[in-house]
């Protein structure tokens, strides 16, 4: 039985607590609605931030200044009257949008730039000027002076200040430019100036200026970038300018090496005539005369040595090769292009000279012959022989 109390006992001071958490859960939003509807009430609200008017008005400057002047006259009697007839905000009207010339810029009449005047810190004073001035509270003498903050001004102070703005926004008004200032005096003097001395050669930047410029910035920056490198790792900011110095001067090496091989001719002196003991310093007819008295002579090997050399002194001569006297017979050949006719005259006179003169055979009439008609027809240059065109060799 005591068992079955207890229970019983312990079930209703559940119920009981959950009863009570319940209220407690309604109570809590009711009472902060009151709070919130008690501070509706209360006095703080009695003047509330006056409701925005109409959308600004495109005013021009008279009007701005007709505006001006009427709000005056609002604050002057709001003043003198601090009631809610003659401190009403609605009486300050929308703001303004009045005309403004910006310095340096030429607007057209029908498209000036525009400066946006708001009043809304007047409608604010006139909604506080409805009520009469509170009697501000004394400081406390034993705070120190320098903690003693300034008093709050007083909405008549506030209006005699609304007074003193409106005026000087009225003083200003008449110097504002609505139009802005010519400068035709100045343009002329600048133009009068540019076509002076000093500046009748100024030319426009050229490409390879501006890509030298540009060049040079690249240059710098480089450096720059090796510099700012150098504070986190010295190592690599080194290797940096190292290799791009090394570079340069690789690069003017090999300039330089381009340079002497081009011109390298201009260190010789420039002259029509062979060099001395070239084949064409001695003429070829001297070169024939030579061949025909050793001929008549009867040495034929001699003969065969003058022949050849006639025939290289013309064709010299006609400018097929530069002349040049430590030049061999082979290398002669060699300078001759595979097309030009008269290679296979000259190969098959080559190996004549050779043989007889380089290899020590012995020459007779008959072999002297072939290389006189070899040479004779290289000389004239109206086409080898049979012999020489085939490619013979004299015998």
């Known amino acids: 039985m005591r068992a079955r109390k207890s229970d019983a006992t312990a079930v209703r001071l559940t119920a009981l607590g959950a009863a009570a958490l319940v209220g407690l859960l309604v109570a809590v939003p009711i009472t902060f609605l009151g709070a919130a509807t008690a501070r509706a009430d209360s006095p703080l609200a009695e003047h509330p931030s006056p409701a925005p008017t109409a959308k600004p008005r495109d005013a021009s400057l008279d009007e701005y200044k007709q505006h001006l002047t009427m709000l005056t006259a609002l604050v002057e009697a709001c003043a003198k009257a601090r009631d809610l007839k003659t401190c009403d905000p609605t ?11 910006q310095p340096g ?27 009469k001035d509170a009697v501000a509270p004394e400081a406390k003498k034993e705070a120190p002076a320098d903690s003693v903050r300034p008093p709050k001004a007083t909405t008549s102070q506030l209006l005699r200040d609304a007074e003193i703005r409106l005026a000087s926004d009225l003083a200003e008004s008449d110097r504002v430019p609505v139009t802005p200032p010519a400068h035709d005096a100045v343009r002329a003097v600048m133009k009068q100036v540019l076509a002076g001395r000093d500046f009748r050669d100024l030319q426009a930047e050229t490409a390879q200026q501006s890509a030298m410029e540009k060049f040079a910035k690249w240059i710098n920056k480089l450096f720059e970038n090796a510099g700012k490198l150098t504070a986190k790792a010295a190592w690599l900011g080194g290797v940096l300018v190292w290799g791009f110095i090394l570079a340069v001067c690789v690069g003017l090496l090999w300039g330089l090496i381009q340079f002497e091989r081009r011109w390298r001719v201009r260190l010789v002196p420039d002259s029509d005539l062979p060099a ?60 001759v292009a595979p097309e030009d006719e008269r290679k296979g005259p000259l190969s098959a006179l080559t190996r004549s000279f050779e043989r007889v003169w380089y290899g020590g055979r012995p020459a007779g009439e008959q072999e002297y012959k072939r290389a006189e008609e070899i040479a004779n027809g290289l000389i004239s240059g109206g086409g080898a022989s049979r012999l020489g065109a085939e490619g013979g060799t004299p015998r």
């Open 91 to 101: 009486q300050v009207g929308p703001d303004d949008r009045i005309p403004f010339a």
């Open 105 to 131: 810029k030429a607007q057209a009449a029908t498209n000036q730039a525009r400066r946006l005047i708001r009043y809304g810190w007047l409608r604010v004073l006139l909604s506080e000027a409805q009520d």
């Open 276 to 335: 001395p003991g070239a084949a064409s310093a001695r003429d070829w007819q001297l070169w024939l005369e030579d061949a025909r008295r050793a001929a008549a002579a009867g040495q034929w090997r001699e003969a065969i040595h003058f022949v050849y050399w006639a025939a290289i002194s013309r064709l010299e001569s006609k400018r097929l090769w530069p002349a040049d006297r430590a030049r061999t017979p082979r290398e002669y050949l060699a300078l």
